[in-house]
């Protein structure tokens, strides 16, 4: 099988809450999502998709996915999109660094795998421990006592596990923390997710001014050495997100024994091949995980469930469904939340099939 051609497509995807806020106010209200086709000369169409959380959240941008594929995509015509390693080392051979152009192109020939061997991408990717996965819902930043009114909401839904948006004023951020874990029940579980925002010294006054509360401190600071002093000067468990983009992230933070999760983002590690990569050596580690992406509808979210599906239940922390926070389907058959919990299909590949009503005509192909 070969790579005969790409379709990009773009769209909107705008949110259902509105607007969604985090750390050292950013903000975005609808976000601008990038699919791409890759056509095979088996007759088979692999789909895969790229969202960056916006311009200010990574070294990534969404005009940026669309020029990187222009750039990449002719030099992969001809490859086999079933050789995934030898696909990756072609990308990265064809161009340096810019993962998250690479990660939409590695998930649909994921895709294509999938729908040639008749089998769901988790059971390539090694199989399917649970039924399903368990989902967190990220609560946007707002005033204290209007986060702990979504929770309670989201909680009604099903939700058991909250990612707070912090990272702002440290005084209205422990404000925020205390007002939400006031409405959680036994159970549920906390996470305050700074999203790099604090500096230190601010880190350091909120760890201590919640450490009798039962949560999680995520990214507090943007340096991998400045969340290790906050790591190393508190007590409540403690996540790492944004520093965690490699193998040797992972191993780092490892022996450093700097985080008790790490967050596995796809396009951050350039797609489902080196994210699965990852997955794989936290669980040989022992390290709990969540499983995820930087934002993205309906594609993006069959495939975090299916490289979800593959963690041992003990270490899967979480993942999210982002394709219910907007209000935009790009795709059928993508997972559906069920009580705070999701399934990847059984369906080959990610078990998708998109709404080109929805895509419209490409941006651009060769």
């Known amino acids: 099988m070969q790579i005969t051609g790409f379709r990009v497509y773009q769209v909107d995807l705008p949110l259902r809450e509105g607007r969604y806020s985090w750390s050292e106010g950013k903000s975005v209200d ?5 699919v791409v086709a890759v056509e095979t000369d088996a007759g088979i169409v692999g789909y895969g998709e790229v969202c960056p959380l916006g311009p200010a959240y990574l070294p990534a941008y969404a005009r940026g996915v669309r020029t990187g594929i222009e750039e990449l995509a002719p030099a992969l015509l001809g490859a086999d999109p079933r050789r995934l390693l030898v696909l990756n080392d072609r990308m990265d051979r064809a161009l340096k660094g810019h993962p998250y152009v690479k990660s939409a192109i590695d998930m649909a020939c994921w895709d294509a795998l999938g729908k040639a061997a008749g089998l769901p991408v988790c059971e390539l990717m090694g199989g399917r421990y649970a039924d399903d996965v368990t989902l967190y819902r990220a609560i946007s930043q707002r005033p204290a006592a209007e986060m702990a009114e979504n929770v309670a909401a989201y909680r009604a839904e099903g939700y058991r596990r909250f990612q707070l948006k912090v990272g702002g004023n440290a005084d209205d951020d422990i404000a925020r923390i205390r007002a939400v874990a006031e409405v959680l029940e036994p159970g549920d579980k906390l996470v305050a997710d700074a999203n790099t925002g604090w500096l230190t010294h601010e880190a350091l006054r909120v760890a201590n001014a919640v450490r009798d509360v039962d949560v999680y401190l995520e990214q507090p600071c943007k340096s991998y050495e400045e969340c290790l002093i906050v790591r190393r000067a508190t007590s409540l468990p403690f996540v790492l997100d944004e520093v965690i983009d490699s193998v040797g992230a992972v191993l780092r933070a490892a022996a450093d024994g700097a985080a008790d ?19 794989d050596l936290c669980a040989s580690l022992g390290i709990a995980m969540t499983l995820e992406d930087s934002w993205g509808g309906d594609v993006v979210t069959a495939a975090i469930a299916h490289l979800a599906q593959g963690v041992p239940p003990e270490l899967q922390f979480t993942s999210t469904d982002f394709n219910s926070y907007v209000t935009t389907s790009l795709a059928a058959g993508a997972p559906k939340r069920e009580h705070g919990r999701m399934s990847a299909s059984a369906e080959p590949g990610l078990g998708i099939e998109p709404n080109f009503d929805v895509l419209g005509d490409p941006v651009w192909r060769c």
């Open 30 to 34: 609808v976000f601008d999502s990038t």
């Open 261 to 279: 999760v790490v967050n596995i983002k796809i396009s951050k590690f350039g797609g489902l091949t080196r994210a699965k990569q990852a997955r």
